[in-house]
T-cell receptor, first 112, second 114 residues
Framework: AQSVSQHNHHVILSEAASLELGCNYS??????LFWYVQYPGQHLQLLLK??????LVKGIKGFEAEFIKSKFSFNLRKPSVQWSDTAEYFC??????????FGTGTRLTVIP | DGGITQSPKYLFRKEGQNVTLSCEQN?????MYWYRQDPGQGLRLIYY???????QKGDIAEGYSVSREKKESFPLTVTSAQKNPTAFYLC?????????????FGSGTRLTVV
């Protein structure tokens, strides 16, 4: 069975700090990986996705993520966060079942 | 503009009543999904449909029912059998499979049982 683990439930950073949110998945086969963001009061939006090729993928708003197959990880990073990055971030995986499985989410609070 | 419309945005229900949440998409997507979002639990799959007139149970289907009579529509009924129905419900759609492009989400319906 597929599963996704997000290690941090709530992260608090000051503006300009660097961000790394952890995501690990369990599935032995080929996977497609996603990061979604949910800004306060808004619907889920796709930040970035990986399905093949370069394991370092770049998404919108300066976010990037690195797929490390040996570690079953797909951590999200941003060199310098802004107050507007305050949101909830969800890692998700599609594996053999062809359905999107989500992690429990990480709430990011950026302090101005 | 293409997208997914969920209605209503807020819904209140008395215990013991069934209620139906609407989800309509004009993206010409084949697949549609219903998720439930609870604090600290992320999103959990309730039901999904890859094609008209066919749907499958997700991880937490008990107490819910769906239909897929039209490609554009995938309504979710929360029945009185659902023990803890108060939650935020999200509908999504994708091209067949959704593996490459991910899903498009609606803005959600917040259901409160009073």
């Amino acid at each position: 069975a597929q599963s996704v683990s997000q290690h941090n439930h709530h992260v608090i950073l000051s503006e300009a700090a660097s961000l790394e949110l952890g995501c690990n998945y369990s599935y032995g086969g080929t996977v497609n990986l996603f990061w979604y963001v949910q800004y306060p009061g808004q619907h889920l939006q796709l930040l970035l996705k990986y399905f093949s090729g370069d394991p370092l993928v770049k998404g919108i708003k300066g976010f990037e993520a690195e797929f490390i197959k040996s570690k079953f990880s797909f951590n999200l990073r941003k060199p310098s966060v802004q107050w507007s990055d305050t949101a909830e971030y969800f890692c998700a995986v599609i594996g053999g079942a062809n359905n999107l499985f989500f992690g429990t989410g990480t709430r990011l609070t950026v302090i101005p | 503009d293409g997208g997914i419309t969920q209605s209503p945005k807020y819904l209140f229900r008395k215990e013991g009543q069934n209620v139906t949440l609407s989800c309509e998409q004009n993206l010409n997507h084949d697949a549609m999904y219903w998720y439930r979002q609870d604090p600290g639990q992320g999103l959990r799959l309730i039901y999904y449909s890859q094609i008209v007139n066919d749907f499958q149970k997700g991880d937490i289907a008990e107490g819910y029912s769906v239909s897929r009579e039209k490609k554009e529509s995938f309504p979710l009924t929360v029945t009185s059998a659902q023990k803890n129905p108060t939650a935020f419900y999200l509908c999504a759609s994708s091209i067949a499979g959704g593996q490459t492009y991910g899903y498009t989400f609606g803005s959600g319906t917040r259901l409160t049982v009073v």
